[in-house]
Every structure is written in structure tokens, then in C-alpha cells.
């Protein structure tokens, strides 16, 4: 049950980045600075499969170290794991993106649309785990 409780949690923070990146994608695409197509509407790279499949691994991998995390902490409620996954983004993850986009002179937008993944993200997929 845990194995699938991870699949479904990170598979739920990967949708949920979907609809925040669609939601974002303008500020994103002018704050990320990444190369568009030549509508100049849509990343280059929108067909290509790896950003994606880097990004569900990414996304259950974590939902696997929160399980983990949790079930060590004692976390067993949905609140407690909405509560939690919102710290483990804003508090853990987001810090390091902060981190790397300050040095590498970022643009703070971008900082905030992709911290704010990591925040929301890790909400979703701690209050999905609690589900199970």
C-alpha cells in the first residue's frame, strides 16, 4: 500500500504542476528565460519527453522521502500532512531554489513561480499520502 500511496502522491504533484505551470506559463516563460518556438508562445522543447519524465520521477521520488519523513515523524492525519508537506516545500525545498537561481542572477519572479510549485506541490502530495 505505501508503494502505491507514493505512485498516486507523486503522480498528484506532477498534475498539480501541470495546472500551475499552464496557470504561470507566460510569467514563466518571460522570467525563465528558456527558448520558445517560433510562435514564440509555447518552450522549444515542449515535445520533447524528458523535461516530463524528469519531472514525474522527480515528483515521486520526493512523494517517497515524505512517506518516508512522516511515517519516522509520527504523521498520520490529512491535516498533518498538508501542514507538513507545506513545510517540507517552503521551508526545505524552496530555500535551495532560492539558493540557486540568487547565484546564478535569476530573475526573484522566477524564484517565487517555482518555489511556489515546491510549497504547493509538496502540500498536494503530503495531503494525498495522509490519504492513504
Known sequence: MDFLAVVVAGVAGFMFGAVWYTALAKP????SGVALNDAGDAPANQSDPIP???SIIGAIL???MMRHVFALSGIDTFGEGLV???GVGLFL?????ATFYGFSGRPFRLTLIDGGYATFGCTVIGAVLMLF
Do not use: K
Open 28 to 31: 514563466w516563460m518571460a522570467a
Open 52 to 54: 516530463y519524465i524528469t
Open 62 to 64: 520526493v512523494a517517497g
Open 84 to 86: 507538513s508537506g507545506f
Open 93 to 97: 525545498v524552496s530555500p535551495w531554489i
